[in-house]
T-cell receptor, first 114, second 116 residues
Framework: EPEVTQTPSHQVTQMGQEVILRCVPISNHLYFYWYRQILGQKVEFLVSFYNNEISEKSEIFDDQFSVERPDGSNFTLKIRSTKLEDSAMYFC????????????FGPGTRLTVL | DQQVKQNSPSLSVQEGRISILNCDYTNSMFDYFLWYKKYPAEGPTFLISISSIKDKNEDGRFTVFLNKSAKHLSLHIVPSQPGDSAVYFCASPHNAGGTSYGKLTFGQGTILTVHP
């Protein structure tokens, strides 16, 4: 069964450092998403991506964040200068349609900013 | 600004009994809802969805009911099994204005514990 994969599973970084979180969406999906979950809080939308551009982003997704699909399989989230409050689980998701269709989530990357 | 709300943080049920998880939403323009299950250290896993043209959708042990007049949906699990113990989220692909761009807005989640 196809699945979304994410690497690394856990990333520890120092405040102010850049991190890149990687995702491989399901191969025939066209819509890609990043979400995050801070410990004890609900899952929050960060950004959606379609046709090589951002289709929507949340208030959380400021200038420190960027996304890229550098090739036909990977989808990355970059945080340029991490802050303590960026510590969270980051989930990548993909779907075959934008509406009325489930999104499939990866296992997540736990980001710890020290 | 909670557009999708799960007011019960936890639910404890005996194995074999019914589990009922509830979710409320604020915007009557929301027309599609999903339930996800999440185990610790894993990503959310899709369970079942419902469109507003229906008031019920069933898949095996899982049934979702939608009450549009009350802006309420519920997930029924019958019979409950210990392996169902997880966090359950309801979600809708709409923002507060009712326009959908595919992003999911999640409820806070309900921790279900099924005791053997």
């Amino acid at each position: 069964e196809p699945e979304v994969t994410q690497t690394p599973s856990h990333q520890v970084t120092q405040m102010g450092q850049e991190v890149i979180l990687r995702c491989v969406p399901i191969s025939n999906h066209l819509y890609f998403y990043w979400y995050r979950q801070i410990l004890g809080q609900k899952v929050e939308f960060l950004v959606s991506f379609y046709n090589n551009e951002i289709s929507e982003k949340s208030e959380i997704f400021d200038d420190q964040f960027s996304v890229e699909r550098p090739d036909g399989s990977n989808f990355t989230l970059k945080i340029r200068s991490t802050k303590l409050e960026d510590s969270a689980m980051y989930f990548c998701a993909s779907s075959g349609q934008i509406l009325y269709n489930e999104q499939f989530f990866g296992p997540g990357t736990r980001l710890t900013v020290l | 600004d909670q557009q999708v709300k799960q007011n019960s943080p936890s639910l404890s049920v005996q194995e074999g009994r019914i589990s009922i998880l509830n979710c409320d939403y604020t915007n009557s323009m929301f027309d599609y809802f999903l339930w996800y299950k999440k185990y610790p250290a894993e990503g959310p896993t899709f369970l079942i969805s419902i469109s507003s043209i229906k008031d019920k959708n069933e898949d095996g042990r899982f049934t979702v009911f939608l009450n549009k007049s009350a802006k309420h949906l519920s997930l029924h699990i019958v019979p409950s099994q210990p392996g169902d113990s997880a966090v359950y989220f309801c979600a809708s692909p709409h923002n507060a204005g009712g326009t959908s761009y595919g992003k999911l807005t999640f409820g806070q989640g309900t921790i279900l514990t099924v005791h053997p």
